[in-house]
């Protein structure tokens, strides 16, 4: 069964930045691609980013090209997306999610709050 937990969520002001992280298991992790995905109160969700399972291809929404940045560690089943230059309008609940499946993949998701 497949196992999805988003961490590194929280409040932080405009311009600053995270680092999310996804745990993966009950999947064969390193063979698949993976995605981010956000959703903001009251809003449909939103494609964030995309991974292929050996890192060599990556894509992004349009709202955080060039300032996210997705990567993956398969020894540690892990993936992360680092978020740089920050915006109010970033903040949502960000679920990770296998990239074939897509959002209706995803696991637990993490909040992230921007606001000074």
């Known amino acids: 069964q497949m196992q999805l937990v988003a961490s590194g969520g929280g409040l932080v002001q405009p311009g600053e930045s995270l680092r999310l992280s996804c745990a993966a298991s009950?999947?064969?992790?390193?063979?698949?691609?993976m995605s981010w995905y956000r959703q903001a109160p009251g809003k449909e969700e939103e494609f964030v980013a995309i991974i292929t399972d050996d890192s060599q291809y990556t894509n992004y929404g349009d709202a955080v090209m060039g300032r996210f940045t997705v990567t993956r560690d398969n020894a540690r089943n892990t993936l992360y997306l680092r978020m740089n230059s920050l915006r109010p309008s970033d903040t949502a609940v960000y679920y990770c999610?296998?990239?074939?499946?897509?959002?209706?993949?995803r696991g637990q998701g993490t909040q992230v709050t921007v606001s000074s």
């Open positions: 999610a296998h990239g074939s499946e897509g959002w209706r993949s």
């Open positions: 009950g999947f064969d992790f390193s063979q698949s691609p």
